[in-house]
Nanobody, 125 residues
């Protein structure tokens, strides 16, 4: 089973940018769809964005659409989440997950195959 490691979180000011990475430390992401999720303290986990196995199809939540971009680098075995125009409400732990092949598989699955440990993003006003 694939093992995922997130990185790139940290402190940013409102209006700033961060790029998160989700790398497979074991196995390969080339045959998986990958999604980014986030969980803020005291709140439920919510979907952010997903990309299909080939990297040709993406899907975003309303709050991410237009500000965040998900991409996949097969050679690096990594999926990225570029976050621009950050807002304090984006403060959360961001986690990536691998499951199935399509963005629909990520969005509709009740249980995803593999999760990373998460990386903390803090946005100050």
């Amino acid at each position: 089973q694939v093992r995922l490691v997130e990185s790139g979180g940290g402190l940013a000011q409102a209006g700033g940018s961060l790029r998160l990475s989700c790398t497979a430390s074991r196995g390969t992401l080339s045959s998986y769809a990958v999604g980014w999720f986030r969980q803020a303290p005291g709140k439920e986990r919510e979907f952010v964005a997903a990309i299909n196995w080939g990297g040709s199809s993406t899907y975003y939540s309303d709050f991410a659409n237009g500000r965040f971009t998900i991409s996949k680098d097969h050679a690096a075995n990594t999926v990225y989440l570029q976050m621009n125009n950050l807002k304090p409400d984006d403060t959360a732990t961001y986690l990536c997950a691998a499951h199935g092949h399509s963005t629909t598989d990520i969005v509709q699955a009740r249980v995803l195959d593999a999760w990373g440990q998460g990386t903390l993003v803090t946005v100050t006003s």
